[in-house]
């Protein structure tokens, strides 16, 4: 059975850092993509970052960029996402999901952790 | 970037009856060499994760009821529910995979009338 267990979040304040995890099992995490997604509050899905499944390719929201780092460790089986220069706006439900059938750096998400919850506040 | 929009927003429905949500892309997301639309739709329960309903626009995933299809080409895609069971109350989202950076609708809730 495939899973996805997220991990990290919490409350941090406004400029603050945070290093996200997801643990998966269940399938051979070396041969996937895998992305983060992030639900504020009330509101829709947002893309955040995709990682191929040898890091070789890397992409980010635009919004993201710069401030967000996406990795992976396939021999621990753990999807990372290091987020920096936190601000309320990034306050979200964080998702990290499987990816298949990709192409250049988007994929259909089959497989999809419960999230965890970053909260950006003074 | 292409945009994704769906219509309406927030759909009532009564139990038994059909329930259409449509999604259009602002660019089609038919990759002519495959033939495939890159189009997919999830169902969200509230306190839950998306789940997977429907992609290549019109393929089930496995374990999804068959009351539950995917129509459409292009840039103009549909789901269809055709017979509302009240475990469907969910928001639905569809999503384009054909290009990055991968753009999911607003989202459709989804009650019974």
């Known amino acids: 059975e495939v899973q996805l267990v997220e991990s990290g979040g919490g409350l941090v304040q406004p400029g603050g850092s945070l290093r996200l995890s997801c643990a998966a099992s269940?399938?051979?995490?070396?041969?996937?993509?895998m992305s983060w997604v992030r639900q504020a509050p009330g509101k829709g899905l947002e893309w955040v970052s995709y990682?191929?499944?040898?890091?070789?390719?890397?992409h980010y929201a635009d919004s993201m960029r710069g401030r967000f780092t996406i990795s992976r460790d396939n021999a621990k089986n753990s999807l990372y996402l290091q987020m920096n220069s936190l601000r309320a706006e990034d306050t979200a439900v964080y998702y990290c999901a499987r990816g298949t059938y990709c192409s250049g750096g988007t994929c259909l998400l089959d497989y999809w952790g419960q999230g965890t919850l970053v909260t950006v506040s003074s | 970037d292409i945009v994704m929009t769906q219509s309406p927003d927030s759909l009532a429905v009564s139990l038994g009856e059909r329930a259409t949500i449509n999604c259009k892309s602002s660019q089609s997301v038919l990759y002519n060499s495959n033939n495939k639309n890159y189009l997919a739709w999830y169902q969200q329960k509230p306190g839950q994760p998306p789940k997977l309903l429907i992609y290549?626009?019109?393929t089930r995933e496995s374990g999804v009821p068959d009351r539950f299809s995917g129509s459409g080409s292009g840039t103009d895609f549909t789901l269809t529910i055709s017979s509302l069971q009240a475990e469907d109350v969910a928001v639905y989202y569809c999503q384009q995979y054909y290009s990055t950076p991968p753009g999911f609708g607003q989202g459709t809730k989804l009650e019974i009338k």
């Open positions: 990682i191929s499944s040898s890091s070789s390719t890397i």
């Open positions: 269940g399938f051979t995490f070396s041969g996937y993509a």
């Open positions: 290549w626009a019109s």
